[in-house]
């Protein structure tokens, strides 16, 4: 049996979408990994398959009902762990992914609207993950993103375990620069010591080259890199 990802969506239509495309898609064909995307209104208990109601306390927007949520989630919960999507998450990390890419398989909560009432966290506990620091019109895409990350890494999806292990997030750095031919484009040639064949100066010029780019880039990740105080969250 491959990976399980199943998404809880008012939009199951959206599904698989790009993840039906490339690597990720071949994988999904040949049975590595397999995708549901469960329609959250059919959990709704009313002709009108209402999902959301008013914030108590006024407000704009509408809420997701913790109620339906809950159904839905009891009906089609897979293996794995339970992942809300929401802009208010814990920053997603290269070494979640991996920790659920070695698991059965994973459920993805989208929302949507204003975003979830607050006590489906504790009726129905998991974890609270955003893609970034930026608002998104619901969950989906993320929940895209995040199955992207995670089906990429599981055995025999990508061609080379190297691609992996090399790859910016992987050893706490960004990824070092890649080059190709042609030689020389528009005047600016390919560093000597990429082509020198001496793999031991070709290895510590990438190592420098990442700690230079994450130190510039994302004083965050160096810190950490470096022994910092900026540890990753637990799940």
Not at 33 to 61: C, M, N, Q, Y
């Amino acid at each position: 049996m491959g990976f399980a990802a199943r998404v809880l969506t008012l939009y199951p239509e959206m599904f698989p979408g790009p993840l039906a495309q490339a690597l990720v898609g071949k994988a999904l064909s040949g049975g590595i990994w397999s995708l549901e995307a469960v329609d959250i209104r059919g959990f709704a208990s009313d002709k009108h398959r209402s999902v959301d109601d008013t914030p108590a306390g006024g407000g704009p927007g509408m809420v997701m009902r913790p109620d339906i949520l809950a159904a839905a989630i009891d009906g089609a919960r897979g293996a794995g762990p339970l992942v809300y999507l929401t802009p208010r998450g814990a920053p997603l990390t290269q070494t979640r992914l991996r920790a659920w890419s070695k698991g059965p398989g994973v459920t993805l909560v989208c929302g949507r609207f204003e975003g979830f009432d607050e006590r489906i966290f504790a009726a129905r506990p998991g974890e609270e993950v955003s893609i970034g620091d930026f608002v998104l019109s619901g969950g989906e895409i993320a929940a895209m993103a995040v199955l992207d990350a995670v089906v990429r890494l599981l055995p025999g999806v990508l061609g080379a375990q190297e691609s992996i292990e090399d790859e910016s997030f992987e050893h706490g750095l960004l990824e070092y620069p890649h080059y190709t031919r042609p030689r020389v484009f528009e005047g600016q040639e390919i560093p000597d010591v990429l082509l020198s064949g001496n793999h031991a100066e070709i290895a510590a010029w990438r190592r420098s080259r990442a700690e230079q780019i994450t130190r510039e880039r994302r004083p965050d990740l160096f810190a950490a890199h470096r022994g910092g105080a900026i540890k990753e969250p637990k799940s």
